[in-house]
């Protein structure tokens, strides 16, 4: 019989989980697993912040290597990678299953992949799609992407599965923080194309920014699509493959979007090197392509 096997035989049937990190996403994760019943030991570095869930059922561990100690299957949500290290300095990884949901970089989830194996845990990189409010509401559509060891997640999917949806990536324990960076950069390019459509509107008084977003996000959300052809011309290698609007046209038109931004008083600093790099690429390829050949003009 494997400890996990044994654990499962708690008076719940449920895995218990140690959680470490109670900042505002690990308070909600450890919510979603109490309502679940499974049994919870968790650990943060400053103790008051642990108050609130032992009253609700959690077991309160004195240091994190006391929390570790507790569980197999121990969940790390931490500000970034130095605090995972710091907290796990002391702990007994032996036999352990250490799932990290901390943001960090590819890198670095490979480097603590091969850290945990080196003190003979299992690891499993997660990347969470979900603000705090979205953890445990499955119709928010939250979700964690993971990637590592494909037996821990087999194992422990449905304990994983409690918060918000899963997404394995692979077993490459780096993959699950580049999709979530990735995804998180596109939307900052969104944000910042947002940000300078307020701008462009904001000194005219008959246009009401709570009128305008509606038509902003219908008009983001049509064109979200063209992800799929994107991906196709990069597959394909061709990026005139399906091209509607084609280079040359996007370009003749980028002075008018730079002189609507001097008109209205508004710096085009967010838009300008986007349309520089289309510009460089019209320069080199030719304006019969999608806009796609800027992902080349981004490999160094
Ligand atoms: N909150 C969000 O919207 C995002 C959503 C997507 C995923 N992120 C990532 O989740 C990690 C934790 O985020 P968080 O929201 O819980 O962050 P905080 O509320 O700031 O809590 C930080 C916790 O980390 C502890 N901590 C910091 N440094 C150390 C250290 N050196 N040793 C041990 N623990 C440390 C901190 O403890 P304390 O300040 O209460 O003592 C909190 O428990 C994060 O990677 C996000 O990028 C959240």
Request: aromatic share 0%; net charge negative.
């Given at each position: 019989m494997t400890a996990n096997t044994r654990e499962k035989t708690s008076t719940s049937g449920k895995t218990p989980v140690t959680l470490l990190g109670l900042g505002a996403m690990g308070t909600a994760l450890a919510r979603t697993w109490l309502a679940a019943d499974h049994p919870l030991t968790v650990w943060n570095r400053t103790p008051g912040r642990a108050a609130r869930l032992v009253g609700e059922g959690a077991k309160p561990a004195g240091s994190a290597a006391e929390a570790v100690a507790a569980s197999t299957l121990v969940v790390v949500c931490l500000l970034d990678d130095a605090s995972v290290g710091e907290a796990l300095?002391?702990?007994?990884?032996?036999g352990k299953d250490l799932v990290n949901l901390t943001t960090t970089t590819p890198a670095q989830a490979r480097a603590r992949a091969e850290w945990a194996r080196e003190r003979g845990a299992r690891y499993l990189d997660g990347g969470i799609m979900a603000v705090p409010p979205m953890i445990g509401v499955p119709e928010a559509g939250g979700y964690v992407f993971y990637s590592g060891s494909t037996e821990l997640f087999e194992e422990h999917g449905e304990t994983l599965a409690v918060p918000a949806g899963t997404r394995y990536v692979g077993e490459d324990a780096g993959h699950a923080a580049l999709h979530d960076v990735a995804l998180l950069s596109a939307m900052y390019g969104m944000f910042a194309g947002v940000h300078h459509a307020f701008a462009l509107i904001s000194k005219e008084e008959s246009i009401d920014p709570v009128t305008f977003a509606p038509l902003l996000a219908e008009w983001l959300s049509a064109m979200a699509g063209g992800v799929h052809l994107t991906a196709d011309q990069l597959r394909s290698g061709d990026y005139t493959k399906g091209v509607v609007s084609h280079l040359a046209m996007q370009v003749a038109g980028t002075p008018t979007f730079l002189a609507t931004a001097e008109q209205q008083g508004v710096s085009a600093e967010l838009l300008r090197p986007y349309f520089d790099l289309m510009a460089r690429r019209l320069a080199e390829a030719g304006g019969e392509e999608d806009l796609t050949g800027v992902v080349d003009l981004l490999l160094r």
């Open positions: 300095a002391e702990a007994d990884l032996a």
